[in-house]
C-alpha cells in the first residue's frame, strides 16, 4: 500500500483543516488507518485511527472532540477533519496502515510522507 497525505497548510487558531490520505491498492479496504504528528523536537505522537469498515474510531485525548476520522473506501482515502484549532496541533501529520488498530507507531506496516499542519496565534 502506498500512502499520500495532503491538505496541510497555515491556518490561524480556531480555524479548520482537512487532511486527506489517499491509498493505492486494492487492499485499502482491509487495513486500519491512523493518523499520527510529529512536532519539532518532539516524538511522533498518536493522534487517531479508524478500523478498516469505519466502523471505529480512536482519538488521542488532546483531540477528542476537535478531530474526526473517516474513510471512504471506494475513494480509496482517510480524512481527518481538524476542528478547533490550537497552535499545540502544530506539527507534520502522517498517515498511516495496519492489519489492525493501534496505538503506536510500530504498528503500522505503511507510511505516507507526511503533511505539515501550522496553527498560528
Keep these: 500500500v502506498q500512502l ?64 474526526t476520522i473517516s474513510r471512504d473506501n471506494a475513494k480509496n482515502t482517510v480524512y481527518l477533519q481538524m476542528n478547533s484549532l490550537k497552535p499545540e496541533d502544530t506539527a507534520v501529520y502522517y498517515c498511516a496502515a495496519a492489519g489492525v488498530v493501534g496505538y503506536q507507531g510500530y504498528e503500522y506496516d505503511y507510511w505516507g510522507q507526511g503533511t505539515q499542519v501550522t496553527v498560528s496565534s
Design 4 to 67: 499520500q497525505a495532503s491538505g496541510g497548510g497555515l491556518v490561524q487558531a480556531g480555524g479548520s483543516l482537512r487532511l486527506s490520505c489517499a491509498a493505492s491498492g486494492r487492499t485499502f479496504s482491509s487495513y486500519a488507518m491512523g493518523w499520527f504528528r510529529q512536532a519539532p523536537g518532539k516524538e511522533r505522537e498518536f493522534v487517531a485511527a479508524i478500523s478498516w469498515s469505519g466502523g471505529s474510531t480512536y482519538y488521542a485525548d488532546s483531540v477528542k472532540g476537535r478531530f
